[in-house]
């Protein structure tokens, strides 16, 4: 799924393309597209139509573009989803799923092109909750990122300390940190040579703050790559895909020498997922001691690595 820099690619597309224009018309050729909007496709067109996208905004992963009155249209990308500008008359997409036209039409329409269904965009009113802005009040659990200027490192760090994880789930953990996924939390450990299975108790408060500049730097690597694109879903507004999967030290480079160390890099399975790690730069985490005692001597406790 795409991550933090492949959604703020697109947002940025569509301030450009689509904020602050006036929708015209509607149409949802597949019903699965507005799933989430439980009235159905029928009142999500007509919630859009007449109104004026303002910004568009991003938490983390989540992208939408808010309404007139106080609402907005959230926008589930998933696997395959795709928020695109074309021309007027421009040939539909094989797997277009929803239309939106503007009053005027030189700047082109937007569509959303889901090939496997799994996306899809919903209206939510917006709720302010204090220090946060304006949200869709579906996603107010999700903690900012860590490019947003008011990201709290020390909550992060303290929050860090009291939970008994690895620092590669807590990476993930959109309650935490948001906009992080498999990707950019493999390139950002093998930067900070942590281990994916490091206790995020074991971590001190200067090696927090080393991870996250990490994590930041490997996000704006990668934005100004136009994100990573390992296949033609992954696109900007303009159907352009990124770069950023030619610069990866880590991610789906097993059997590669480590470009720093030149150890071969190994891929092993994790949460239905694959970690990728060097041996060597990323020792993994030695196992815990534990006391057990030994059979007929009783009262003695024998230590056991």
Not at 29 to 40: D, E, K, N, Y
Not at 220 to 240: K, P, R
Request: aromatic residues 8%.
């Amino acid at each position: 799924m795409p991550e933090l820099p492949e959604v703020e690619v697109v947002r940025r597309g569509l301030e450009r393309w689509a904020s602050g224009r006036t929708i015209a018309d509607v149409q949802v050729l597949h019903p699965r597209s507005v799933r989430r909007h439980t009235p159905g496709a029928e009142d999500f067109a007509a919630r859009l139509r007449g109104h004026r996208f303002g910004p568009a905004r991003r938490r983390g992963k989540y992208l939408w573009l808010p309404l007139d009155p106080g609402f907005c249209v959230l926008a589930h990308l998933g696997m395959s989803g795709q928020l695109l500008i074309q021309p007027a008359g421009a040939p539909d997409e094989k797997h277009l799923r929803i239309r939106v036209t503007f009053d005027d039409t030189e700047g082109g329409e937007l569509r959303f092109v889901d090939q496997r269904t799994f996306g899809g965009l919903s209206v939510h009113p917006e709720s302010v909750a204090p220090g946060a802005g304006a949200l869709p009040d579906v996603i107010a659990h999700i903690a900012r990122d860590p490019l947003d200027p008011l990201f709290d490192e020390g909550a992060f760090h303290s929050a860090l300390r009291r939970r008994r994880t690895t620092i590669k789930r807590a990476l993930l953990d959109q309650s935490l940190i948001s906009g992080v996924g498999n990707i950019y939390a493999d390139e950002a450990l093998w930067r900070a040579r942590l281990h994916y299975e490091r206790p995020t108790a074991s971590l001190t408060r200067p090696r927090t703050t080393e991870l996250l500049g990490h994590v930041r730097d490997v996000m704006n690597a990668a934005l100004a790559a136009g994100g990573t694109s390992f296949d033609s879903l992954y696109v900007n507004v303009n159907g352009e895909s990124g770069y950023f999967e030619r610069s990866l030290d880590a991610y789906g480079r097993e059997d590669e020498p480590c470009r720093r160390c030149g150890t071969l890099m190994r891929r092993r399975p994790w949460m239905n997922r694959s970690s990728y790690f060097c041996p060597t730069c990323q020792r993994p985490p030695r196992p815990r001691s534990t006391v057990s005692v030994a059979p007929g001597r009783a009262g003695k406790p024998a230590v056991s690595q």
